[in-house]
């Protein structure tokens, strides 16, 4: 059984954290896997999560090279879930003369 990718998906405040590890390529598993910001954000988008800000990101290779661990973490800021209250400009009120027209 050839191990593949995990995937830790989780919410805390609003951010939204996601960790992707993946196995060194061999025999067993001899496809090249590579993780960019634009595609973790488009798995979090199928799965019904509005991300509104990347905070951090990193990229995710199964290549073997002495720099790559494998693993990679990336933070989303999240829409919030109350839109934005609208605010209006004070109305001002006019004092009108008070006059009285005789006929």
């Given at each position: 059984m050839t191990k593949k990718e995990t995937i830790d998906i989780s919410?805390?405040?609003?951010?939204l954290s996601c960790t992707i590890e993946i196995p060194p390529r061999n025999y067993?598993?001899?496809?090249?896997?590579?993780?960019?910001?634009?595609?973790?954000?488009?798995?979090?988008?199928?799965?019904?999560?509005?991300?509104?800000?990347?905070?951090?990101?990193?990229?995710?290779?199964?290549?073997s090279t002495k720099d790559n661990a494998g693993k990679g973490i990336w933070r989303f800021k999240l829409h919030s879930a109350h839109p934005p209250k609208k605010t209006t400009k004070a109305r001002t009120r006019t004092s009108k003369p008070t006059t009285s027209k005789k006929y």
């Open positions: 919410e805390n405040n609003g951010i067993q598993f001899p496809h090249t896997l590579v993780y960019k910001t634009k595609n973790v954000v488009e798995l979090l988008t199928k799965q019904g999560y509005k991300i509104d800000q990347i905070l951090e990101e990193t990229t995710v290779h199964n290549k």
